[in-house]
């Protein structure tokens, strides 16, 4: 089935110390998605790329990098995580056309010692 | 731009009986919405989604109603089931190719 991948599920790592996140997509969507998600709130996009387009939200941390190599892959770098990091990373892809719905992994759990 | 928020953070129903989760949007121009579920522990799943140009899309036991006039989206879950349990968020997008807007989400509980 195609889908869209994270690995992986669970991370853990150490204040500052940097981490990578990853997410592949089987979908060939042209849009990738990253959004962080605290406990019981609603995800916050962080970043997405059209194609190789890179667009950032205005109050992303200047922490969180992205690369998109090609269609199928994106990645997120955190460079020096706090302990304000520790959420869940959802990657989501869509279509590039307009009103297409996003389609979720099942997110990577990042926790900071 | 556009906010989205749900009424309720917590819902109870019992099982067999209607849900119906309500959303508002303030964002006159937004023309597409979602809703999705996520359960514990996973990322949201699409459940059913709609355009600004209907006010009612219906899928499996779920039918989603928008009433553009006061900017109102709902998601009516018919007879309930303990597998609907979940917090099922709303999302909306301004126009275009602009990504989703989610709203703080509401936390279906089933009662068996």
């Known amino acids: 089935d195609a889908m869209v991948i994270q690995n992986p599920r669970y991370q853990v790592t150490q204040f500052g110390k940097p981490v990578t996140l990853s997410c592949s997509q089987t979908l060939n969507h042209n849009v990738m998605y990253w959004y962080q998600q605290k406990s019981s709130q609603a995800p916050k996009l962080l970043f997405h790329?059209?194609?190789?387009?890179?667009?950032n939200e205005a109050d992303t941390p200047d922490n969180f990098q992205s690369r998109r190599p090609n269609t199928s892959f994106c990645f997120l770098d955190i460079r020096s995580p706090g302990l304000g990091d520790a959420a869940m990373y959802l990657c989501?892809?869509?279509?590039?056309?307009?009103?297409?719905?996003?389609?979720f992994g099942d997110g990577t759990r990042l926790s900071i010692l | 731009g556009e906010s989205v928020g749900l009424h309720l953070p917590t819902l109870s129903v019992q099982e067999g009986d209607n849900s119906i989760i309500n959303c508002a949007y303030s964002n006159s121009a937004s023309d597409y919405f979602i809703w999705y579920k996520q359960e514990s522990g996973k990322g949201p799943q699409f459940i059913i989604d709609i355009r600004s140009n209907m006010d009612k899309r219906q899928g499996q036991r779920v039918t989603v109603l928008l009433n553009k006039t006061v900017k109102h989206l709902s998601l009516q879950i018919a007879a309930t089931q303990p597998g609907d349990s979940a917090v099922y968020f709303c999302a909306a997008t301004p126009s275009g190719n602009t990504p989703l807007v989610f709203g703080k989400g509401t936390r279906l509980s089933v009662i068996a």
């Open positions: 989501a892809t869509s279509r590039g056309d307009s009103n297409q719905p996003q389609h």
């Open positions: 790329y059209y194609d190789k387009d890179f667009n």
